[in-house]
């Protein structure tokens, strides 16, 4: 069981995610925005677009983080620090995409005899809702 949960990077796909799951589980979302951090305890976590919801939900930033967690989700969304995938070979860069890192992230945890979790999996592992259609 999954008793402590975090997000680090409670950007726009991190306050989503975390607004998902703290409808059934606390979930503690980690920014360094103090000002968000702010808003996100004062106002909750509000999703609008194909999901309409505000949740109550516990934001910190990194220094008031306290123990350890079962489950500590980092999100990094964008390229600008990580554009270049590899090499050719005749030396010449080859520029990332995000096919590309996730599936050197796919790569990185079946080294380690582990497959990913499927959408519906990683939905019951953090305690989402069935995506209804």
């Known amino acids: 069981m999954l008793n402590r949960i ?6 726009s796909l991190g306050t989503i995610l975390g607004a ?11 920014d360094a925005n103090k000002a968000h951090v702010d808003a996100l305890n004062a106002n909750g976590a509000k999703v609008i677009g194909g999901a309409e919801l505000t949740v109550p939900v516990h ?5 008031e983080m306290e123990g350890t967690y079962d ?4 999100i990094r ?4 620090d990580n554009v ?8 010449e860069k080859t520029m990332a995409t995000n096919q590309m890192l996730v599936a ?5 945890v079946r080294t380690f005899g582990k497959e990913p979790a499927t959408p519906a999996e990683a939905r019951e592992i953090l305690g989402i809702k069935p995506l209804v259609r």
């Open 59 to 63: 934001a910190l930033t990194p220094d």
């Open 77 to 80: 969304v964008g390229l600008e």
């Open 6 to 11: 975090a997000i680090m990077g409670a950007g």
């Open 104 to 108: 050197r992230a796919v790569e990185a």
């Open 20 to 30: 998902f799951i703290a409808q059934n589980r606390q979930v503690d979302l980690i």
């Open 84 to 91: 270049v995938y590899g090499y050719d070979k005749n030396g």
């Open 71 to 74: 489950l500590f989700i980092y």
